[in-house]
């Protein structure tokens, strides 16, 4: 990682006083960048303030991790990150693209040609084996991988043929991983890519996240309850009641064979 | 292949079974539209294509007896291309062998071959040679149901003479597709069609240069009506029996409406099979998608675009439809062969070609695939409206609530397990009503394939017994002084005579107008009383009309209008006579006078041309044998036979009618109950599974998910009662053609039969699924969250 840049931070974790970040050192070419980004959910008469004014930026190739409490607003921020939801005020940019004021068509477009999901519940569909599964995607975008080299690098290559009613969670999330990197995505986005695993299941699925982030450079977006996890990345975000409490460096990053839960 | 097109292909295979019970339900509706329209198309080509060739007449005409030489008069009518004059009369028959007496009609056959109008076709045998005078052919119908062949002898009265005859052909006309005593059933085992030489018939009739018969081309667009009317200005010195055209010959008319029938069929009951079918592809097209939510959801965040992932669904809906659409393309031409042979042999039409005009398959794969489009449009804009977010969510429970009864704290009163089937049923509101719909459809269409017995019993009883107590109805060759009346009363076993008279007239209110007979009876007739819609009794009164209430309305007048009545025979003059009262027959367009009335218009005082006998049964073969004998007496109708074959046709055509519908409903009724268990216990795989790791046994699980589908299934037969009512009515009330009205009558044995197959299916069905239940995995049960 060379030259890392200064990012403005809000003033709750600034005045918290922990480890923050008037300097904090990020790649020089930040790709997604976010503007008192604010969402608000609708349910009838209740009105849930979701996200009340995010800012940051992310670098290509970065790796981030997003921690915080359940209710956060992590996955909403995810969401709106990926172009599967939008928000109701500020701005977010995936380089020149207006994430906001994207229309449908846009936002499908944008999430075919630039992103990749690993959804915590997998997502796979059942009636397509690991290799039709990966196919959905290469069949999308030109300059894919092939689906078997996509597997092979979650280290599924003898799977290929079974469907995921024949996998275990781990390997129906490393389906879910190979799925969203085939199409060789700019970034990659988690919600919670472990959380219905155990440690050593968990720690493939990592291992395969990180591999991914390392050797495609890809900037890379995890979601985690799992604070342990956060010694893998660059950075890490920490959300509570919708703000961003802290943003942190992390000092020395960690492979996945190295973190103890 | 691409992906999701195999997941299509798999999901279709998971879903085989729901697939095909749909399929079916299609292919009934598709079958069903192909199958009667085909046939109707194919009778409509065949009857067109028999006339042209037969040169069948456009305008007859019947006279007491008009001079050869007019027949020039009437070919220089304008608009008449060629005109062809004959003899015929009505005679009785005796068959060697054969105590029941039959009647027929003889015809005059040219010198030589089949006349030019209204051509015979030759079936076996030979034609007569010009001076046979001991020869005859015989229309193929009654040749059939006698066993007549080349050879066989036949007696008959003609004009008060018997002539014994031998068969020298079997023969076909246009004229008797529907061969029919005059105002009686078509029977082919008791009216006969005799072809006899010109110069016999014109001996026995006293017909020498002369006939009593004619029929008409026209030139293509030449008026009718001018050349009726001019026909009738021509004949009138020579006892115009009136004059019709092609659309009142009465064989014509029989045809046609019984080929009309067909496209009722063919639109009316597809009809609710198509709509039955969208209904479950909807619910199944909704409940694959409720489960695939997260798929869908993964789809749309992975880039797939809305309108590919609407186009998956939509082409699962058209996949069921076209495979349901391409078995009743097979299911509708075997029907429209099997039925168009059925009809062609009992029309006893020349040939009997099948074919299928493309507008039909058309118009059966449009619609079919517009109702796969329809059944789909709801899932299809639930995917477009999904969130792709909510491919992050985990599923989410279902929101449940206290029921109604709950509500209305009568919960305690149920056990645990109907208290879930109850919240079940509450929580799916649309798809409970949408599954009650469909089981009551099935429900009625089994009601309206099988209520048509019901209403030809009840036909029967109010036509043939309570409107007609005679025993025989006896027509007279001429109208005669009542002393006929009094000869007949004096015959063996005879408890009852009473005298009538019929007279051919056109009734006419303004530019309303309709050819009939006027029925004249005693004002106290009690063999034939006058009797409302409602059975009760009306009184005939000197100088006034009862009409047939259809005959009223056709000529759009009310009890207390007039009407000009114009004699077609005898010398009576045209008069303008108001209505009294309607009569309520369910056959037939009468008008009712008095007998003296009827007479005066005729231009007499009161004879008679119809005499009803009560008989003793007993003495039946004397009265028989004494009344064959009597030369007036033109044919001799016994009530017993008329009901026994009416009953004997119509039950023919009921059963296979009936049969095939009840096919059609059990594959609805197997369709909405399988696919509904299935469905719910596809939704509640997880939670019967958990009820059986707490120890719930396999019957308690069942109940519980079979008890949902009983609730359904009870609440939906007595809808579908009144639903199947409805459809009978809608039916009767379409069908009904100027000659009859079909009561609306539905018996509880009809109910009960329905009811009987419904249950059949679903317990059919409820075996299946409670097979599945038992096998239940309870390990991948529990895996599956859906
Ligand atoms: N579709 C939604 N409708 C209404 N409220 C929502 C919706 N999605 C999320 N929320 C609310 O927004 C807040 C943030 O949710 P989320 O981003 O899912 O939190 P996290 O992922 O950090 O647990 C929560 O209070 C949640 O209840
Ligand atoms: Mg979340």
Same mark, same amino acid.
């Given at each position: 990682?060379?030259?890392?840049?200064?990012?403005?931070?809000?003033?709750?974790? #600034? +005045?918290?006083?922990?480890?923050?970040?008037?300097?904090? $050192?990020?790649?020089?070419?930040? *790709? /997604?960048?976010?503007?008192? !980004?604010?969402?608000?959910?609708?349910?009838?008469?209740?009105?849930?303030?979701?996200?009340?004014?995010?800012?940051?930026?992310?670098?290509?190739?970065?790796?981030?991790?997003?921690?915080?409490?359940?209710?956060?607003?992590?996955?909403?921020?995810?969401?709106?990150?990926?172009?599967?939801?939008?928000?109701?005020?500020?701005?977010?940019?995936?380089?020149?693209?207006?994430?906001? #004021? +994207?229309?449908?068509?846009?936002?499908?477009?944008?999430? $075919?040609?630039?992103?990749?999901? *690993? /959804?915590?519940?997998?997502? !796979?569909?059942?009636?397509?084996?690991?290799?039709?599964?990966?196919?959905?995607?290469?069949?999308?975008?030109?300059?894919?991988?092939?689906?078997?080299?996509?597997?092979?690098?979650?280290?599924?290559?003898?799977?290929?043929?079974?469907?995921?009613?024949?996998?275990?969670?781990?390997?129906?999330?490393?389906?879910?991983?190979?799925?969203?990197?085939?199409?060789?995505?700019?970034?990659?986005?988690?919600?919670?890519?472990?959380?219905?695993?155990?440690?050593?299941?968990?720690?493939? *699925?990592?291992?395969?996240?990180?591999?991914?982030?390392?050797?495609?450079?890809?900037?890379?977006?995890?979601?985690?309850?799992?604070?342990?996890?956060?010694?893998?990345?660059?950075?890490?975000?920490?959300?509570?009641?919708?703000?961003?409490?802290?943003?942190?460096?992390?000092?020395?990053?960690?492979?996945?064979?190295?973190?103890?839960? | 292949?691409?992906?999701?097109?195999?997941?299509?292909?798999?999901?279709?295979?998971?879903?085989?079974?729901?697939?095909?019970?749909?399929?079916?339900?299609?292919?009934?509706?598709?079958?069903?539209?192909?199958?009667?329209?085909?046939?109707?198309?194919?009778?409509?080509?065949?009857?067109?294509?028999?006339?042209?060739?037969?040169?069948?007449?456009?305008?007859?005409?019947?006279?007491?007896?008009?001079?050869?030489?007019?027949?020039?008069?009437?070919?220089?009518?304008?608009?008449?291309?060629?005109?062809?004059?004959?003899?015929?009369?009505?005679?009785?028959?005796?068959?060697?062998?054969?105590?029941?007496?039959?009647?027929?009609?003889?015809?005059?056959?040219?010198?030589?071959?089949?006349?030019?109008?209204?051509?015979?076709?030759?079936?076996?045998?030979?034609?007569?040679?010009?001076?046979?005078?001991?020869?005859?052919?015989?229309?193929?119908?009654?040749?059939?149901?006698?066993?007549?062949?080349?050879?066989?002898?036949?007696?008959?009265?003609?004009?008060?003479?018997?002539?014994?005859?031998?068969?020298?052909?079997?023969?076909?006309?246009?004229?008797?597709?529907?061969?029919?005593?005059?105002?009686?059933?078509?029977?082919?085992?008791?009216?006969?069609?005799?072809?006899?030489?010109?110069?016999?018939?014109?001996?026995?009739?006293?017909?020498?240069?002369?006939?009593?018969?004619?029929?008409?081309?026209?030139?293509?667009?030449?008026?009718?009506?001018?050349?009726?009317?001019?026909?009738?200005?021509?004949?009138?010195?020579?006892?115009?029996?009136?004059?019709?055209?092609?659309?009142?010959?009465?064989?014509?008319?029989?045809?046609?409406?019984?080929?009309?029938?067909?496209?009722?069929?063919?639109?009316?009951?597809?009809?609710?099979?198509?709509?039955?079918?969208?209904?479950?592809?909807?619910?199944?097209?909704?409940?694959?998608?409720?489960?695939?939510?997260?798929?869908?959801?993964?789809?749309?965040?992975?880039?797939?675009?809305?309108?590919?992932?609407?186009?998956?669904?939509?082409?699962?809906?058209?996949?069921?439809?076209?495979?349901?659409?391409?078995?009743?393309?097979?299911?509708?031409?075997?029907?429209?062969?099997?039925?168009?042979?059925?009809?062609?042999?009992?029309?006893?039409?020349?040939?009997?070609?099948?074919?299928?005009?493309?507008?039909?398959?058309?118009?059966?794969?449009?619609?079919?695939?517009?109702?796969?489009?329809?059944?789909?449009?709801?899932?299809?804009?639930?995917?477009?409206?999904?969130?792709?977010?909510?491919?992050?969510?985990?599923?989410?429970?279902?929101?449940?609530?206290?029921?109604?009864?709950?509500?209305?704290?009568?919960?305690?009163?149920?056990?645990?397990?109907?208290?879930?089937?109850?919240?079940?049923?509450?929580?799916?509101?649309?798809?409970?009503?949408?599954?009650?719909?469909?089981?009551?459809?099935?429900?009625?269409?089994?009601?309206?394939?099988?209520?048509?017995?019901?209403?030809?019993?009840?036909?029967?009883?109010?036509?043939?017994?309570?409107?007609?107590?005679?025993?025989?109805?006896?027509?007279?060759?001429?109208?005669?002084?009542?002393?006929?009346?009094?000869?007949?009363?004096?015959?063996?076993?005879?408890?009852?005579?009473?005298?009538?008279?019929?007279?051919?007239?056109?009734?006419?209110?303004?530019?309303?107008?309709?050819?009939?007979?006027?029925?004249?009876?005693?004002?106290?007739?009690?063999?034939?009383?006058?009797?409302?819609?409602?059975?009760?009794?009306?009184?005939?009164?000197?100088?006034?009309?009862?009409?047939?209430?259809?005959?009223?309305?056709?000529?759009?007048?009310?009890?207390?209008?007039?009407?000009?009545?114009?004699?077609?025979?005898?010398?009576?003059?045209?008069?303008?006579?108001?209505?009294?009262?309607?009569?309520?027959?369910?056959?037939?367009?009468?008008?009712?006078?008095?007998?003296?009335?009827?007479?005066?218009?005729?231009?007499?005082?009161?004879?008679?041309?119809?005499?009803?006998?009560?008989?003793?049964?007993?003495?039946?073969?004397?009265?028989?044998?004494?009344?064959?004998?009597?030369?007036?007496?033109?044919?001799?109708?016994?009530?017993?036979?008329?009901?026994?074959?009416?009953?004997?046709?119509?039950?023919?055509?009921?059963?296979?009618?009936?049969?095939?519908?009840?096919?059609?409903?059990?594959?609805?009724?197997?369709?909405?109950?399988?696919?509904?268990?299935?469905?719910?216990?596809?939704?509640?795989?997880?939670?019967?599974?958990?009820?059986?790791?707490?120890?719930?046994?396999?019957?308690?699980?069942?109940?519980?998910?079979?008890?949902?589908?009983?609730?359904?299934?009870?609440?939906?037969?007595?809808?579908?009662?009144?639903?199947?009512?409805?459809?009978?009515?809608?039916?009767?009330?379409?069908?009904?053609?100027?000659?009859?009205?079909?009561?609306?009558?539905?018996?509880?044995?009809?109910?009960?039969?329905?009811?009987?197959?419904?249950?059949?299916?679903?317990?059919?069905?409820?075996?299946?699924?409670?097979?599945?239940?038992?096998?239940?995995?309870?390990?991948?049960?529990?895996?599956?969250?859906?």
């Amino acid at each position: 990682m060379s030259g890392w840049a200064i990012l403005p931070v809000d003033g709750a974790a #600034h +005045a918290r006083g922990r480890r923050t970040a008037t300097e904090i $050192r990020v790649t020089a070419e930040p *790709v /997604f960048v976010a503007r008192e !980004l604010r969402k608000i959910y609708r349910a009838g008469e209740v009105e849930v303030h979701a996200l009340r004014g995010v800012s940051f930026e992310i670098c290509r190739s970065e790796f981030v991790v997003l921690l915080g409490p359940s209710g956060s607003g992590k996955s909403t921020l995810l969401n709106i990150l990926g172009g599967l939801d939008t928000a109701s005020s500020g701005e977010v940019r995936w380089r020149n693209h207006d994430l906001v #004021h +994207a229309t449908e068509q846009e936002l499908t477009r944008y999430r $075919r040609e630039h992103v990749g999901f *690993v /959804f915590q519940f997998y997502n !796979l569909i059942p009636s397509l084996t690991a290799r039709e599964n990966v196919e959905l995607v290469t069949d999308l975008v030109p300059r894919a991988m092939r689906p078997e080299e996509a597997l092979g690098l979650v280290g599924l290559e003898g799977r290929l043929d079974h469907f995921p009613a024949q996998l275990s969670g781990g390997e129906q999330q490393r389906v879910a991983i190979a799925r969203a990197i085939a199409k060789r995505p700019e970034c990659l986005l988690c919600d919670e890519p472990t959380g219905a695993l155990d440690i050593d299941t968990g720690r493939l *699925v990592l291992e395969a996240i990180g591999r991914v982030n390392r050797e495609l450079g890809t900037t890379t977006l995890v979601i985690t309850h799992n604070a342990v996890i956060s010694r893998m990345a660059d950075r890490i975000m920490r959300l509570a009641d919708g703000r961003i409490a802290e943003i942190s460096v992390n000092p020395e990053k960690l492979a996945p064979a190295e973190l103890h839960w | 292949m691409r992906p999701l097109q195999r997941k299509l292909l798999r999901d279709l295979w998971r879903l085989k079974a729901q697939v095909l019970t749909i399929a079916l339900v299609v292919a009934s509706g598709v079958g069903g539209f192909i199958g009667s329209l085909s046939t109707h198309a194919s009778l409509v080509s065949l009857r067109d294509a028999y006339y042209d060739s037969a040169r069948f007449g456009h305008v007859f005409v019947a006279a007491r007896r008009a001079p050869q030489r007019l027949e020039a008069a009437i070919r220089a009518i304008p608009g008449v291309v060629d005109v062809e004059t004959t003899i015929a009369g009505n005679v009785m028959v005796t068959l060697p062998d054969t105590v029941e007496s039959m009647t027929g009609r003889v015809v005059a056959l040219p010198e030589r071959g089949t006349p030019r109008i209204n051509r015979v076709f030759l079936r076996s045998g030979r034609w007569l040679e010009p001076d046979d005078a001991h020869g005859v052919l015989v229309n193929e119908a009654f040749a059939r149901a006698r066993h007549l062949e080349p050879g066989s002898r036949v007696t008959l009265l003609v004009n008060g003479r018997f002539e014994s005859l031998e068969v020298r052909g079997v023969a076909l006309s246009p004229e008797y597709v529907f061969a029919a005593a005059h105002g009686g059933f078509a029977d082919d085992t008791r009216f006969g069609v005799f072809w006899l030489s010109h110069a016999k018939l014109a001996a026995a009739y006293d017909m020498e240069g002369a006939f009593n018969s004619a029929a008409l081309r026209l030139a293509r667009g030449a008026s009718v009506p001018r050349v009726i009317a001019a026909l009738d200005r021509l004949l009138a010195a020579y006892g115009s029996r009136g004059t019709y055209a092609r659309e009142d010959q009465p064989s014509n008319r029989a045809l046609s409406q019984e080929i009309g029938e067909q496209q009722v069929f063919g639109t009316v009951l597809p009809a609710v099979f198509l709509a039955v079918a969208i209904f479950l592809l909807n619910v199944l097209l909704a409940r694959h998608i409720a489960t695939e939510r997260l798929q869908i959801a993964a789809l749309k965040a992975l880039g797939y675009a809305n309108r590919s992932i609407g186009l998956h669904y939509l082409a699962l809906s058209l996949v069921i439809v076209g495979l349901g659409t391409l078995i009743g393309l097979g299911v509708g031409a075997l029907l429209g062969q099997w039925m168009t042979q059925l009809y062609t042999g009992y029309f006893f039409f020349p040939v009997h070609a099948w074919h299928v005009e493309p507008w039909i398959l058309a118009v059966a794969i449009g619609v079919a695939v517009l109702g796969a489009v329809g059944a789909a449009a709801g899932a299809v804009r639930a995917v477009v409206r999904l969130p792709p977010a909510e491919a992050m969510h985990p599923p989410a429970p279902a929101h449940f609530r206290r029921t109604l009864l709950e509500r209305l704290h009568l919960g305690r009163l149920l056990p645990d397990e109907a208290r879930m089937i109850l919240r079940e049923l509450e929580r799916r509101k649309l798809r409970t009503a949408l599954t009650v719909v469909g089981v009551a459809s099935s429900v009625a269409i089994v009601i309206a394939g099988t209520w048509w017995g019901d209403a030809f019993d009840r036909l029967i009883d109010i036509e043939l017994h309570r409107r007609e107590r005679a025993d025989v109805i006896v027509a007279l060759t001429e109208a005669e002084t009542p002393a006929a009346l009094h000869a007949a009363a004096r015959l063996p076993g005879v408890l009852a005579a009473e005298g009538s008279r019929d007279v051919p007239v056109r009734l006419r209110n303004g530019p309303y107008q309709y050819r009939t007979n006027v029925t004249g009876l005693a004002a106290d007739a009690r063999l034939r009383p006058m009797l409302d819609a409602d059975l009760k009794p009306l009184l005939l009164v000197e100088g006034a009309l009862l009409l047939t209430d259809r005959l009223a309305r056709r000529l759009h007048v009310r009890p207390g209008d007039a009407l000009w009545v114009e004699p077609l025979e005898g010398t009576g003059q045209p008069r303008l006579v108001p209505v009294a009262l309607e009569t309520g027959d369910l056959m037939g367009m009468r008008a009712y006078m008095t007998r003296r009335d009827a007479a005066a218009l005729a231009g007499d005082s009161d004879n008679v041309n119809g005499i009803r006998l009560r008989i003793d049964r007993n003495r039946l073969g004397e009265f028989y044998e004494r009344a064959r004998s009597i030369p007036v007496f033109a044919s001799i109708g016994d009530k017993v036979l008329m009901v026994r074959h009416f009953r004997a046709t119509s039950r023919r055509n009921l059963l296979v009618f009936t049969g095939v519908l009840s096919a059609f409903a059990a594959c609805i009724a197997v369709g909405v109950v399988y696919n509904s268990a299935r469905i719910a216990l596809a939704e509640h795989a997880w939670e019967l599974a958990s009820l059986r790791v707490l120890g719930f046994t396999r019957g308690e699980v069942s109940w519980i998910l079979l008890g949902q589908v009983g609730l359904q299934i009870l609440v939906a037969i007595p809808i579908g009662c009144l639903l199947g009512y409805g459809l009978a009515a809608l039916l009767a009330e379409l069908i009904h053609g100027e000659e009859f009205r079909i009561p609306l009558v539905i018996l509880p044995r009809t109910y009960a039969f329905a009811i009987l197959v419904m249950l059949g299916a679903a317990l059919a069905s409820a075996a299946i699924v409670r097979r599945r239940i038992d096998r239940l995995n309870l390990v991948a049960a529990l895996k599956t969250r859906e």
